[in-house]
């Protein structure tokens, strides 16, 4: 707008008001100014999200990790202290480990 406003400044004479104003309003209106703002404002909305996207990441998988390690030695637990011949048992833990593994997948996919 700098460069409008000094074009606005340095009129003189008659008619000089019309000439301001056709000179900022040119200078909204000739497409310079709104698309400049909306790619600064793309740039600065694309790089929080990349840094929050980071930090988040950062934050999260070591959780899932710890998470994953306890239900892990959980299993392993529970299936020692399981018989071979607990048939139900066995088969929901199973089912468990299944919807655990999806779990961790969906999350993965999450693209954190």
């Known amino acids: 707008m700098t460069p409008a ?10 008619g000089m008001a019309a ?7 040119g200078h909204i209106t000739g497409g310079i100014l709104f698309p400049n703002i909306i790619i600064a404002v793309s740039n600065d909305v694309n ?21 994953e390690e306890n239900v892990k030695m959980a299993l392993k637990s529970a299936r020692q202290r399981c018989s071979n011949t607990d048939r139900l048992q066995n088969s929901a833990l199973s089912e468990f480990e299944r919807k655990l593994k999806t779990l961790k997948e969906d999350i993965e996919a999450l693209e954190l």
């Open 5 to 14: 406003y000094r074009l606005a400044n340095s009129q003189m004479g008659t």
């Open 19 to 25: 000439r301001q104003k056709a000179a900022v309003r």
């Open 47 to 67: 790089s929080v999200v990349a840094e929050t996207k980071l930090r988040l990441k950062g934050d999260v998988e070591p959780v899932f990790i710890t998470l």
